[in-house]
């Protein structure tokens, strides 16, 4: 159950940031977490109930304040990055998990972009090793991660297909996919493809399904939050694939980080990347983001706005 309620404002402590937030995206991480499944989530969130019961992790707004540490912000800059619980008018972030906003996005397309376009950035270039003239596949081109990865690839120099359903073809070529398959009509992983790279940003292939449309050097990188049993198989049949042939297949975790976050910024400003946003709300509803998201059918991101559109 998530509940708005008023709490105490919190307070940067030394190596931390005071952000008066203007935006916030949800993610499949939130949800995740908040309710415990797959059951592995509670790992790292919880065993019975979240360790920490404030939402949202992607964040966009002001610095409000600075802890003692901090040299590289002052209060009012811009920037983006991670803050747990970012579904507040105020969080708190460490400032090696924030970037300034990029210069030509507003403060709610830069909230869309951390946590998944991170993740797309650091699947292709540091799980696929993605480089100019392969063939790339996205499966689950439309959603979140997916969108940013056609994008990011194809910055990258690849030739990308993406995989999505009927309704979401146009939009999948919108943002440069070369290919567009439909997976209601076409299954991928019969038809060969010879790709260098797959990135499934869905979480629902296989290795074997990997391995049939890779070529013999190709990489397949599974990003998303599967259960433990299906993780267990994923790692186990991508290693003992991998002794068999050279071809590889892994799940990947993002590392959120300043970095990072400056090269999102980067290909923004160049141009080369922009958030696809499907729906707009307001931080009263955010339960109703969530209920939307777990759907599994937005395409691109969405974000909670802090501020009321200006009337025109």
Not at 206 to 214: E, I, M, W, Y
């Amino acid at each position: 159950m998530l509940q708005l309620k008023e709490v105490e404002k919190p307070a940067a402590k030394d190596h931390e940031v005071l952000v008066r937030i203007e935006a916030a995206s949800p993610n499949p991480f939130d949800w995740h977490l908040m309710r415990g499944k797959p059951f592995i989530a509670r790992l790292g969130g919880g065993f019975l109930k979240p360790k920490n019961t404030r939402v949202g992790v992607d964040v966009a707004g002001r610095v409000e304040s600075i802890g003692s540490s901090v040299t590289r912000f002052k209060p009012g800059d811009e920037v983006f990055g991670f803050a747990q619980g970012s579904f507040a008018e105020y969080a708190v972030a460490r400032d090696d998990k924030l970037a300034a906003k990029p210069s030509n996005l507003s403060f709610e397309a830069s909230a869309a972009l951390p946590m998944a376009a991170i993740t797309a950035l650091q699947a292709l270039r540091d799980g696929g090793h993605v480089h100019p003239g392969q063939k790339v596949l996205v499966n689950g081109a439309s959603g979140g991660v997916g969108t940013f990865a056609v994008q990011i690839a194809k910055a990258f120099g690849a030739e990308v297909s993406g995989v999505c359903s009927t309704r979401n073809m146009d939009l999948v070529r919108s943002i440069g996919a070369d290919h567009v398959i439909d997976y209601t009509r076409e299954d991928f992983a019969k038809s060969g493809g010879g790709y260098d790279v797959i990135l499934d940003a869905v979480g629902n292939l296989t290795a074997a399904r990997c391995k049939r449309s890779l070529n013999p050097k190709g990489i397949g990188v599974i990003v998303g939050f599967p259960g433990l049993g299906r993780l267990l198989r994923l790692v186990v049949g991508g290693k003992l694939r991998s002794k068999s042939a050279s071809k590889q297949v892994s799940f990947f975790v993002a590392n959120t980080n300043e970095a990072d976050l400056r090269s999102l910024r980067e290909l923004t400003e160049a141009g080369k990347l922009k958030p696809v946003i499907d729906r707009r709300y307001m931080l009263s509803e955010v339960p109703e983001a969530i209920r939307y998201l777990e759907e599994g059918h937005a395409q691109g991101k969405l974000v909670i706005a802090l501020v009321p559109p200006t009337a025109t």
